[in-house]
């Protein structure tokens, strides 16, 4: 078979990052992702049947990876909640010259760290969106402390994984943390992100009042520990950079709200029983799945990726308005960040 060329979309726009959900279930209910009110005792969450298996996600992430795909990032729900999970680690590491990472809540990572470094495993993304304990009990809405997520942090970089931590910003909420994240780990080696508060599916109550600029973040770290702007690493970085003036790390802001960066998007998405979502905040997606299982040939595979790729128009974030912001979206939990 004739290897097709790296796919560009409507925007000339590669697809380049390949986030893949391995499931929707979490054991958070972060107030802005999962609230409990919409995903409680009685939400039906999918059966293990309905979930891709390694094998096809393997076979999936390899035909993107003919179209160009260099990053594949594993998440959920909390992916740590799938098992053996470091057995589709060892596999997407099998696959070639590619940058694999892992999002987590970080519960789990004292357990699991070391097995994920064996498979191949180098980086991970741990959300922590406040370090007062109150704070974030509150937001992950299981009483889970903070304490035992900072645990996992240490306990993954001591298994040798790089670490960045991401944390989501909303208004009244944990604002007055933001200057106590940057300097708890500034001079660690670890990357610190803040994120947007976003709208991203329709349960979480999303209001812009809620939203805290980017701008505004780095104004208040930056009046406490200077900051100054840095080269962005690759096109399509979502995080814009800065650097601390004293040489001690750098942190991230991600402004899909208040800047968006749509013209530069590499990202795709496939969500845990296998619908390609080509932009988070999709409204619908492609049923891959039924095309691994119904018997598809690799050829039928990349014809199919590369014609959805190629057709891809989106530009959600730069085109919000009151009218988009009511579209039924598709939910973090199901589709991974």
């Known amino acids: 078979m004739t290897t097709p060329p790296s796919t560009l979309d409507t925007l000339g726009r590669p697809v380049r990052d390949l986030r893949i ?20 005792r009685g939400y039906r969450f999918m059966d293990r049947k309905e979930l891709l298996s390694f094998e096809e996600i ?17 998440t959920g729900g909390e992916p740590l909640l799938r098992r053996d999970l470091d057995v589709l680690i060892e596999r997407l590491v099998g696959l070639g010259n590619l940058d694999v990472a ?12 070391g097995s994920l470094v064996a498979a191949g495993l180098e980086r991970v993304t741990v959300s922590l969106d406040s370090l007062d304990d109150d704070t974030f009990r509150s937001m992950n809405d299981v009483g889970f402390p903070v304490t035992r997520v900072l ?19 909303k208004r009244g909420v944990n604002d007055d943390q933001v200057v106590a994240l940057a300097r708890h780990f500034q001079g660690t080696g670890h990357i610190l992100r803040f994120i947007e508060y976003m709208d991203v599916g ?20 930056s009046a406490e520990l200077p900051l100054e702007p840095a080269e962005e690493n690759y096109r399509g970085e979502v995080a814009r950079r800065f650097r601390y ?18 013209g530069d998007c590499t990202r795709s998405r496939i ?20 095309l691994v299982r119904g018997g598809a040939d690799d050829a039928e595979i990349h014809a199919t990726i590369g014609r959805i790729g190629g057709r ?10 009151s009218r988009t912001a009511e579209l039924p979206r598709v939910e973090m939990s199901y589709i991974g960040g």
């Open 21 to 40: 959900s391995v499931t929707d279930r979490c054991n958070f209910r972060c107030v802005y992702c999962m609230p409990k009110e919409v995903f409680g």
């Open 58 to 74: 393997e076979r999936l992430a390899g035909a993107f990876v003919v179209h160009g795909v260099e990053k594949l990032r594993i």
């Open 102 to 113: 892992l999002t987590t809540n970080g519960a789990l990572l004292p357990q699991k760290a």
């Open 151 to 169: 645990d996992g942090i240490d306990a993954a970089a001591a298994a040798g994984l790089k670490v960045k931590i991401n944390a989501v910003v």
């Open 202 to 221: 329709a349960t979480n109550g999303w209001r812009l009042d809620d939203v805290v600029p980017a701008a505004e973040i780095v104004s208040l770290i």
């Open 245 to 262: 003036a004293d040489g001690s790390g750098e942190i991230g802001v991600i402004a899909s709200v208040t800047q968006p960066f749509c």
């Open 271 to 290: 969500s845990a029983e296998g619908r390609l979502y080509t932009c988070l905040f999709a409204t619908k997606g492609h049923d891959l799945r039924a």
């Open 312 to 321: 891809r128009t989106d530009r959600y974030s730069e085109e919000r308005s």
